[in-house]
């Protein structure tokens, strides 16, 4: 039997990442060891409180049931962390839950677009942003995000007819994978910038928790006019490393959020309630532990970043994301080249920058997933390997 699938799956490709996955495995076959900084898995524990929430309403067999929707206190907590968090006010009605922002972003288009609208994405970006809008059969532009502009958008050189033509521009700051903040001036400019053109904002803001140098990490909601024009995506994965139990939130706009609510209801039965239970327990709960990990994040990023420069390569610090972001050292032709012979000679494992877009090519990315101890090893370890010196 012949089977044919979708021909909207030629548009994805594993490329690069299952090289890095095949040549992993060979090292560690062969008895290497690998320092793996290329996927961003938080590696701190989940605080007990939250653990605690998630194991006593496991032990309650109602509580396996469907769920079907956002449970009160979940939509409750939430409303109150924007409260005490951001100072801002929502209200019930313009928050709802997604298993994973991944998820949300990646049904975004399909609840907001026609085929012909035109969704504004960035270039380097990462890679759900183009596919939520691709499976929305939008039309995609990409803005270019540089260096010499602090890898912000130049909002002034979209062309008119495709800002007229735009449903809606995805932004997300701090930036992975550029490692980029924005100043506020900047939300105001982009508001301004919605507002003329009739477009959505959806403003992703996984890593406000993990921002340096006593910079305030806030959110796209607190700007005047912001809910008139858009939504922001807030993820418990980074803050509070609750990575696979999947849950984030859309906070926001009452019309989109009801777009995005008759969307999941289609296809959601909700979310396990035991996770719900958790995420309450985190929303509530101190904040003092995400804000230490925070600094303990960035004694990574001074390990790495500030290790990389004292063997000879220019490595910026990072401004905030558990990344860091660095141009590729003299002597190497493209990303992929130099990761590649980067695992082969010392066993650390980064992210071309090619698989962000093209605007990635010429980069690499590091995820601060590991102690600083073990950061400081493997920079005496690349630096032994001769590789900076090509």
């Known amino acids: 039997m012949k089977i044919e699938t979708a021909s909207r799956l030629n548009h994805f490709k594993t490329g690069i990442f299952?090289?890095?996955?095949?040549?992993?495995?060979?090292?560690?076959?062969?008895?290497?060891?690998?320092?793996?900084?290329?996927?961003?898995?938080?590696?701190?524990?989940?605080?007990?409180?939250?653990?605690?929430?998630?194991i006593d309403a496991a032990r309650d067999p109602d509580k396996f049931h469907y769920t079907l929707r956002d449970i009160?206190?979940?939509?409750?907590?939430?409303?109150?962390?924007?409260?005490?968090?951001?100072?801002?006010?929502?209200?019930?009605?313009?928050?709802?839950?997604?298993?994973?922002?991944?998820?949300?972003?990646?049904?975004?288009?399909?609840a907001l677009c026609n085929p012909g609208d035109v969704v504004l994405l960035p270039n380097p970006g990462y890679p759900v942003f183009e596919v939520g809008a691709y499976l929305g059969e939008a039309e995609l532009y990409f803005y270019d995000l540089k260096e010499e502009n602090d890898f912000l958008p130049r909002l002034d050189e979209i062309p008119e007819d495709i800002a007229r033509r735009a449903k809606y521009i995805m932004v997300s700051y701090p930036y992975n994978p550029v490692c980029a903040i924005a100043p506020p001036e900047f939300y105001?400019?982009?508001?301004?910038?919605?507002?003329?053109?009739?477009i959505i904002v959806v403003h992703d803001n996984a890593y406000s928790d993990i921002i340096y140098d006593g910079v305030y990490g806030g959110s796209f909601l607190e700007h005047e006019h912001a809910k008139e024009v858009g939504i922001e995506a807030f993820s418990l994965s980074k803050s509070f490393n609750l990575t696979g139990a999947r849950v984030s939130f859309f906070v926001g706009n009452k019309q989109i959020i009801d777009a995005i609510k008759l969307l999941r209801s289609q296809y959601d039965f909700g979310i396990f309630e035991p996770i719900q239970r958790a995420a309450i327990a985190a929303l509530t709960g101190p904040l003092d532990g995400v804000r230490e990990q925070c600094?303990?994040?960035?004694?990574?990023?001074d390990a790495l970043c500030g290790g990389l420069r004292s063997i000879g390569w220019n490595v910026p610090d990072s401004k905030g994301t558990m990344f860091a972001w660095a141009h590729i050292p003299e002597g190497f032709s493209s990303s992929?080249?130099?990761?590649?012979?980067?695992?082969?000679?010392?066993?650390v494992i980064c992210t071309p920058g090619d698989a962000f877009g093209s605007g990635g090519e010429g980069y690499v990315r590091f995820a601060l997933v590991l102690p600083v101890e073990t950061i400081e090893e493997l920079i005496g370890v690349i630096n032994q390997s001769g590789i900076l010196r090509k």
Do not use: W
């Open 18 to 54: 299952a090289a890095l996955n095949e040549k992993k495995e060979q090292l560690l076959a062969s008895g290497r060891k690998v320092y793996n900084l290329s996927v961003g898995t938080p590696d701190f524990p989940v605080a007990e409180h939250v653990q605690k929430a998630l």
């Open 72 to 110: 009160p206190e979940l939509t409750a907590a939430v409303k109150d962390y924007y409260e005490r968090r951001f100072g801002v006010t929502v209200s019930e009605d313009e928050i709802v839950a997604m298993p994973g922002s991944q998820e949300g972003v990646a049904h975004l288009g399909m």
């Open 188 to 198: 105001d400019e982009l508001i301004a910038f919605a507002e003329k053109y009739n």
């Open 295 to 301: 600094k303990n994040y960035q004694a990574r990023r």
């Open 336 to 347: 992929q080249e130099f990761c590649m012979e980067l695992m082969d000679k010392t066993g």
